[in-house]
T-cell receptor, first 117, second 115 residues
Framework: AQTVTQSQPEMSVQEAETVTLSCTYDTSENNYYLFWYKQPPSRQMILVIRQEAYKQQNATENRFSVNFQKAAKSFSLKISDSQLGDTAMYFCAPLVISSGSARQLTFGSGTQLTVLP | EPEVTQTPSHQVTQMGQEVILRCVPISNHLYFYWYRQILGQKVEFLVSFYNNEISEKSEIFDDQFSVERPDGSNFTLKIRSTKLEDSAMYFC?????????????FGAGTRLSVL
């Protein structure tokens, strides 16, 4: 079974500043993906960014980037030029690829990010 | 942009009643999932569904739960006799073919309140 740890229950950042959310995970598998999802007050789950574990290059999606350290099993999310609309709960979620077709995400406990004007 | 649609957005029911939560996955997707999130807690996997059968289910997904794909577009979660502890946000997700099958897109959720 996978475990996911998000050690920062709450964080805040000033608008236009940069913030990094941390995530560590534990899996014995070698083939997996890592995702960050955000959940704004509407409670919809929105995909932010993904990283394939076999890729060394860190994923980037506009203002969002990750720092993936496979050996340390660490997967942090950096948000640059924070905007008020980034205020949300952020979840780290590994997805292990095992035999068969099932693919289940394992979610961390989340980090509530508040962007301050 | 295609999206996963869930109805209703909020369902209120009495304990012991049956509820059906509905989802319309993205049209060319093949894999379907249900997750739930009890208020203030983690999002938990319930069940995955592929090729008209359950692929995997968690310990939470007991005999009170069932899933169905009654036609080519809908994917439903039925709770046979609701309990107070079933109150939660229920999310449907779907994913596509090949590499895209590893990317799950979520609906906006159905908030279930059991009284």
């Amino acid at each position: 079974a996978q475990t996911v740890t998000q050690s920062q229950p709450e964080m805040s950042v000033q608008e236009a500043e940069t913030v990094t959310l941390s995530c560590t995970y534990d899996t014995s598998e070698n083939n997996y993906y890592l995702f960050w999802y955000k959940q704004p007050p509407s409670r919809q789950m929105i995909l932010v960014i993904r990283q394939e574990a076999y890729k060394q290059q860190n994923a980037t999606e506009n203002r969002f980037s990750v720092n993936f350290q496979k050996a340390a099993k660490s997967f942090s999310l950096k948000i640059s030029d924070s905007q008020l609309g980034d205020t949300a709960m952020y979840f780290c979620a590994p997805l292990v690829i095992s035999s068969g077709s099932a693919r289940q995400l394992t979610f961390g406990s989340g980090t509530q990010l508040t962007v301050l004007p | 942009e295609p999206e996963v649609t869930q109805t209703p957005s909020h369902q209120v029911t009495q304990m012991g009643q049956e509820v059906i939560l509905r989802c319309v996955p993205i049209s060319n997707h093949l894999y379907f999932y249900w997750y739930r999130q009890i208020l203030g807690q983690k999002v938990e996997f319930l069940v995955s569904f592929y090729n008209n059968e359950i692929s995997e289910k968690s310990e939470i997904f007991d005999d009170q739960f069932s899933v169905e794909r009654p036609d080519g577009s809908n994917f439903t979660l039925k709770i046979r006799s609701t309990k107070l502890e079933d109150s939660a946000m229920y999310f449907c997700a779907s994913s596509g073919r090949e590499l895209a099958k590893n990317i799950q897109y979520f609906g906006a959720g159905t908030r279930l309140s059991v009284l």
